[in-house]
């Protein structure tokens, strides 16, 4: 059972404009949130995270938002730059067990 | 600061051979995670260590796999009587305090003819 979902497997954004990654999950006990970014041939970077208790953090260029009623986060970058085309995954925790999406991948267009 | 290194970085085995692999972590970091990753999927999470403590085991680590952390510093996972359903990505991070951050290796690709 897949509790943390990514629907969307690719997307395509112009240089500058905002990349937009949506992420769902099932587990209503999940208390941590976190993005992380993979290029191939490496392993997964992480990006920024998010506590369940808070709806939003900020890093630079990018922002994390959770919805908790309606069991979703979201990734937001901007401006976006061609150097973020990547796979990026969503992650959620409960205690010290981690749960994966699938992955989007980034194209950022120049 | 040398991150999270993981020996061999590709491994091909053929089925019914077993095979161990070596995640050493960053130094210091207590916390140490593997996970298995298939094409088109997120990593599996399948064993954490606290220290030299296996404190965390997902169902997917069958009675074939074992994970050791003896000391406390690296890790090793073995595969026992290799299936080719085993062929994946096995990734190993590590995090230390009480931060969810987790520091990543490059992974080691098994393939099982």
């Known amino acids: 059972d897949q509790q943390v979902k990514q629907n969307s497997p690719s997307l395509s954004v112009q240089e500058g404009r905002i990349s937009i990654l949506n992420c769902d999950y099932t587990n209503s006990m999940f208390d941590y949130f976190l993005w992380y970014k993979k290029y191939p041939a490496e392993g ?59 992955g989007t991948s980034l194209t950022v267009i120049p | 600061d040398t991150g999270v290194s993981q020996d061999p970085r590709h491994k091909i085995t053929k089925r019914g051979q077993n095979v161990t692999f070596r995640c050493d972590p960053i130094s210091e970091h207590n916390r140490l995670y593997w996970y298995r990753q298939t094409l088109g999927q ?57 931060t969810n951050e987790q520091f990543f290796g490059p992974g080691t690709r098994l393939t099982v003819l």
């Not at chain 1, 908790?68 to 010290?96: E, R, W």
């Not at chain 2, 220290?51 to 997902?58: D, F, I, V």
């Not at chain 2, 169902?59 to 003896?70: C, G, I, K, T, V």
């Open chain 1, 44 to 102: 997964p970077t992480f990006l920024i995270s998010i506590s369940s208790i808070k709806d939003k953090n900020e890093d630079g260029r990018f922002t994390v938002f959770l919805n908790k009623s309606a069991k979703h986060l979201s990734l937001h970058i901007v401006p976006s730059q061609p150097g973020d085309s990547a796979v990026y995954f969503c992650a959620a925790s409960t205690g010290n067990q981690f749960y994966f999406g699938t």
């Open chain 2, 42 to 98: 997120g990593p599996e999470f399948l064993t954490y260590f606290q220290n030299e403590a296996q404190l965390e085991k997902s169902r997917l680590l069958s009675d074939r796999f074992s994970a050791e952390r003896p000391k406390g510093s690296f890790s090793t996972l073995e595969i026992q009587r290799t299936e080719q359903g085993d062929s994946a990505m096995y990734l190993c991070a590590s995090s230390v305090g009480l």
